[in-house]
């Protein structure tokens, strides 16, 4: 599962969690992106920041884990790198799913080397509150959009509402809260 994760919020837990059972995955890979092409405008964390939040978030579940391969790699993200290095991680044989939003998955067609991510990962398309699901017209049997139950809780919202004073409890794990007061993150509203 590919994300900013600035920060990561139980959206993105509930997801994993409900696409891991759906497909009965072994693990679920947390990527956080290096610097996101799409979000190049915005400020974004520091990618090391970004990367604890996730390790905190995941640590107490067996079957979630943290790569690092993006915010390793110098450059913008494309998911065609994330693919291949999580892949060449995990040796021939792996099956790959690439986990993701609706609100992403409509942008799919705009990636770099479309038709070989397909050949790489199986896609899921998790629906999220506001984002309704249509098809993108992309090609069968790659790609499966996947229920989750409604949770409206996106990264912006939570970054808004610590610049605003307001809380984030129960939005993100408590850990997740402590980071960002101990650290400082999104007082400053500039995100
Ligand atoms: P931002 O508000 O900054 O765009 P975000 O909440 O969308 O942040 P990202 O890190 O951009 O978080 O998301 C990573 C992936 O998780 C994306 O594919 C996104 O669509 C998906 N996602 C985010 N929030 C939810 C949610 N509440 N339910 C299901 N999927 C989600
Ligand atoms: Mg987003």
Not at 24 to 41: S, Y
Request: net charge negative; proline share 7%.
């Amino acid at each position: 599962m590919g994300g900013t994760f600035d920060p990561i919020h139980h959206g993105h837990l509930v997801a994993a969690s409900e696409v891991a059972h759906h497909f009965d995955l072994d693990e679920v890979v947390f990527v956080p992106t290096g610097q996101p092409w799409q979000k190049a405008e915005k400020t974004v964390s520091a990618p090391e920041d970004r990367y604890l939040m996730t390790v905190i978030a995941t640590a107490s579940n067996p079957r979630f884990s943290v790569s690092r391969v993006d915010i390793d790699r110098p450059g913008p993200t494309y998911t065609i790198d994330t693919l291949r290095d999580v892949g060449a991680a995990y040796g021939p044989g792996v099956e790959l799913y690439f986990i993701t939003g609706a609100d992403a998955l409509a942008q799919i067609l705009s990636w770099r080397d479309v038709e070989e991510l397909f050949t790489i990962a199986h896609f899921v398309g998790c629906t999220r509150p506001g984002h309704t699901l249509q098809d993108p017209g992309l090609p069968d049997g790659k790609v499966s959009l996947i229920e989750i139950p409604a949770l409206s809780i996106s990264s912006s919202e939570c970054r808004e509402r610590v610049a605003d004073g307001q809380p984030i409890w129960y939005l993100v794990p408590d850990g997740i809260v402590q980071y960002i007061n101990k650290r400082g993150l999104y007082q400053d509203g500039n995100h």
